[in-house]
């Protein structure tokens, strides 16, 4: 390998500005915005693994699922198309082209194809595309999982599934983090001398379950060799297009991809360029070919930092080489994308896959793990300015004060990361969810705020959200939909003769546990499904303990699991119980029935109550202990009822604060709430967020509300916040850092900002085409502003700005 190719890098050398090759879904909701379009004109969707995968079943036909599965990737990996753009060093795709959305016809065709034959996404295919379409589709009816879901569910479980704004079940909610630190110390190769070992073990012990352990092992050593070859086309596309350059510069390049594609993942890496680019194979092949994950959750830092510092050391790298490799990393993240079914474009509204990269924190020592590839990570973000990879920076106080005004610095910059994320909070609330030490230091955030631990097979992940506020409108209405008289919910005492909040509460908490009982109970069947049909055996091989268990990952969980619902509305809900405890219980200013009566009808003819209820009764975000205890009772006792839940593995249930823009799609089917929010209105922007405009005493007060609630007493959080620009730079500079100590020591788990100006979002609002660049932070993720619906940018720009 010529060390002056690597030593150069890559840097300065793509195009400027940064490839918009972006994913973003464009989804109107309401009808006026559907005019502008769904998808960018260059977006389309990808049908080469659909028709690849269909080859391969029809192929396979009987034989047993984990071995189909693993000879449908190979099918894949063997036969797709790849290529090596101009300016690449880091190979790898997923799709046809970077313009492609990945699509997963084995899990769900249905939505898609409505899709791809409306006017909405007619520009996602050609003629020849949809017809191909279609027909690839006529095949997957009734073998897609959503059909075996459908084959399983009982009719009251289909009822369920049907989303009314309550939950929103999701089947594809997937986690489980490679174990990349595993992989770069003995490569693919090693770990199918494990899977060697394991068949000749049980060739001689003929244990009861032979059979299922040989047929998993087969598969695995399947992918295992079908990964290596993969990258092996690579080296040879590589040395292929080497023989027809003329530039000697680009052809060293290429015999250089040649060189590392030849040897990893097969084999440990030997220089930083080797261990990103079998990182990435990994990262590409679990993430969007075998089956579709969301999320990164590695500690970038800790993985590449020990190849950095040996190639720098022996001459074969620069800082600025370093630089430019982990900024072709970057433009890989921002490569992947999926098409989203239309109800989830309301959930992750111009998102891609929420792939977080996480840097700092501690090690499994307790020790600061900050390292040079922490720093250098921080200006690759600041340079490349992408969606993707998202940053999360695990805070502790040993943390250095350089590697903090780095990051605030990158923060200012508008792209909306890093999020914080506090050790001294999440490992404590690992360690009370029966993790060891090792573990719980170790954590990683892999999507926007799920937490995860590298390695550890900790299965389907995911069971959807949940909307608190609409459980409170059941809780009022006795469960019964007034509009049909049917009873939906739990038949809850009549409101009418509530005498406390405490009744109220109470009613709240029985129709939590009567609608997430149907909700867990579709988890569980889906697990179930999972097992039998969508077995992983290539993450299998990936993950600590499945080769040696001889079992593919669905087939068992690592203890403890981190099965969680993620959770809507707990401020609105706060909000709501204070109005009542005032106006009702208190100052008895109205009756519980006329209170229900107004929400009914959606406040219409009652703007002066509404406005008294916004503006005189105490709101959470504001230091009013009136409140903020009331919003604590409600975290603490809404994940009482959730952990009275266990998924089949049994693991408990836990909350999860990682609502994205669900808090502003899913609400738009909640009618109006005590709080003073009409029908169709937001939620809360995320857990500890106050409600949009209520925090009106500044950041530290929202701070101090946020602080009463013990995240050990409730589940991981997620708080929002907007600032003007000013006040991340300068003295103020100094201020902000002191601000983010002050979030540690209050014992908040999570804080990620916004820092961009009312002005600017309104004048993208009205010239999208000055502003396509305008990057805003949603919640737990960051999205061009351009593409999102009007509603959800009116959203943004009504959230507080706050100033010191």
């Known amino acids: 390998m010529n060390p002056q190719v690597i030593k150069e890098g890559v840097s300065g050398s793509k195009p400027k500005p940064i490839l918009k090759t972006v994913r973003n879904i464009r989804r109107g909701y309401v009808e006026e915005e559907s005019k502008r379009g769904v998808y960018r004109p260059d977006v389309r969707l990808a049908i080469e693994r659909s028709r690849l995968i269909t080859e391969s079943y029809k192929m396979t036909e009987g034989q047993p699922w984990v071995l189909r599965r693993a000879k449908a990737l190979e099918h894949i990996l063997l036969n797709m198309t790849i290529y090596i753009r101009d300016w690449e060093l880091i190979v790898g795709n997923g799709t046809e082209s970077p313009n492609h959305l990945a699509h997963f016809i084995d899990m769900n065709w ?29 095949y997957w009816k009734g073998r897609s ?39 770069l110390r003995i490569g693919l190769n090693g770990i199918m001398r494990e899977a060697e070992a394991k068949v000749k073990e049980i060739e001689e012990t003929l244990p009861l379950d032979y059979l299922d352990q040989r047929e998993f092992l087969e598969a695995a050593m399947i992918t295992l060799r079908a990964v290596i070859k993969f990258a092996g086309r690579y080296a040879d596309k590589a040395r292929e297009m080497a023989r027809s350059e003329t530039n000697e510069d680009r052809k060293n390049q290429l015999l250089a991809i040649a060189e590392v594609c030849e040897h990893v993942p097969a084999n440990a890496p030997r220089t930083l360029h080797e261990a990103i680019q079998s990182y990435w194979f990994i990262h590409l092949i679990t993430r969007q070919i075998e089956w ?30 370093a630089k430019g490799l982990l900024e072709e990393l970057w433009l890989k993240f921002e490569e992947l994308g999926q098409i989203y079914t239309p109800l989830l474009s309301g959930v992750y509204a111009g998102a891609q896959l929420i792939q977080t990269a996480m840097i700092g924190g501690v090690d499994k020592e307790g ?18 300015r992408t969606l993707q990879g998202s940053i999360g920076l695990r805070y502790h106080k040993g943390t250095p004060k350089e590697l903090m005004m780095k990051a605030i610095d990158v923060v200012r910059s508008g792209l909306g990361y890093p999020a914080f994320f506090n050790d001294e909070v999440h490992i404590p609330l690992l360690m009370k969810w029966g993790y060891p030490i090792e573990d719980a230091r170790d954590y990683t955030i892999r999507g926007c705020v799920y937490i995860n631990i590298p390695g550890k097979n900790l299965g389907k992940i995911g069971i959807g959200y949940i909307a608190l506020p609409k459980l409170l409108w059941w809780a009022l209405h006795q469960g019964v939909d007034p509009k049909t008289g049917e009873q939906k919910g739990a038949p809850t005492p009549d409101p009418a003769d509530f005498t406390s909040v405490e009744d109220v509460m109470n009613a709240y908490l029985e129709q939590l546990r009567f609608f997430f009982r149907k909700q867990v109970r579709l988890h569980n069947k889906s697990n179930a499904i999972y097992k039998g049909y969508l077995p992983r055996p290539f993450l299998s091989t990936v993950l600590d303990g499945c080769i040696e268990r001889g079992q593919d990952c669905r087939s068992w969980g690592y203890v403890g699991g981190l099965g969680h619902v993620i959770i809507l509305g707990p401020t609105d809900v706060a909000n709501s119980l204070a109005a009542l405890k005032k106006v009702v219980f208190e100052q008895k200013s109205i009756s519980m029935e006329d209170f229900i009566k107004i929400l009914d009808k959606n406040w219409e003819d009652q703007e002066a109550f509404r406005q008294m209820i916004i503006n005189r009764v105490p709101k959470f975000g504001n230091d009013d202990d009136y409140v903020d205890f009331l919003a604590a009772e409600v975290h603490y006792r809404t994940e009482e009822v959730i952990e009275e839940f266990k998924d089949n593995y049994g693991n408990p249930i836990r909350g999860d604060a990682s609502g994205v823009s669900a808090t502003y799609g899913l609400a738009l089917d909640c009618a109006a709430t005590p709080d003073g929010r009409k029908d169709g209105q937001s939620y809360a922007d995320a857990t500890l967020s106050p409600a949009i405009g209520t925090d009106k005493k500044g950041p530290m007060a929202v701070l101090a509300s946020c602080g009463k609630i013990d995240t050990l007493k409730s589940y991981n959080q997620l708080l929002n916040q907007k600032f003007l620009p000013q006040f991340l730079e300068g003295e103020n500079k100094e201020v902000f850092y002191n601000y983010l100590r002050t979030w540690s020591d209050l014992g908040i788990s999570h804080i990620q900002f916004n820092i961009v100006d009312k002005a600017t979002l309104l004048d993208a609002q009205k010239y999208p085409e000055k502003h396509t660049d305008l990057i805003v932070r949603i919640a737990g993720y960051s999205a061009y502003f ?18 010191f």
């Not at 006017?119 to 050609?126: A, M, N």
């Not at 459908?150 to 929103?168: C, I, N, S, V």
């Not at 900050?370 to 690759?380: A, F, G, H, K, W």
């Not at 009007?790 to 507080?800: S, V």
Request: some cysteine.
């Open 110 to 138: 249905k939505s898609v194809q409505r899709v791809v034959n409306k006017e909405e996404g007619w520009s996602l295919l050609d003629d020849k595309g949809r017809a191909d379409f279609n027909d690839l589709c006529e």
């Open 367 to 384: 020790k600061d793990a900050t390292n040079e590839m922490s720093y250098l990570i921080l200006d690759v973000a600041k340079s490349v």
């Open 145 to 183: 999982i959503r059909d075996i879901h459908d084959a399983y569910f009982t009719e009251d479980m289909k009822r369920d599934f049907k989303y009314d704004g309550t939950f929103l079940w999701t089947i594809w909610s997937e986690t489980d983090v490679p174990n990349y630190e595993k992989i």
């Open 786 to 803: 351009v593409d999102l619906s009007k509603g959800l940018q009116d959203n943004i720009i009504a959230r507080t700005e706050q100033e």
């Open 292 to 321: 579709v994950n969301i999320g990164i959750g590695v500690r970038m830092d800790l993985l590449f930092n020990r190849f950095y510092l040996r190639d720098r050391e022996e001459g074969r790298i620069t800082e600025e080489g």
